[in-house]
């Protein structure tokens, strides 16, 4: 089964329904919910997805929505050590530098699926988008 850190793009196309992106990222987030594979997020994609959510809607909505995806979802841990290696990092994205690596010290992530492949340049990581991860599955076999 393929573990995939799901990018905070990704979990707000879903939310957000934002076309033309929304269909792949339900997609994503459907195979997670079926087991199929196994989607991790991290603190700060929660935090940021509660935040712009939260523009939108009331606290107790945003809350049962992020209850409902973490029942599917696991979250992968952040420390010092993870913080560290962002800041020292050539990643030109600190948040992003923050999701490689602790997908990286999980040692847990085959793939980190986002839009913003370009800002995982830098990943040791396979990144796909959620466009070319569909494609590269074979789902009827």
Partial sequence: MNRLLIDTDVILDFFFDRAPFVAN????????????VQGYVSPVIISNTYYLLRQTARHD???DSLKQLLSFM?????????????????????????????ATRSGEIDVIITRNVKDYSKSQIAVLTPDDYLKSLDLNG
């Fill in 25 to 36: 990222s339900a997609q994503i987030i459907g195979l997670c919910e079926e087991k199929i």
């Fill in 61 to 63: 909505k945003v809350i």
């Fill in 74 to 102: 696991q979250v992968l841990q952040m420390d010092q050590g993870v913080v560290i290696s962002a800041l020292n990092s050539k990643f030109k994205d600190f948040e992003d530098a923050l999701q490689n690596f602790a």
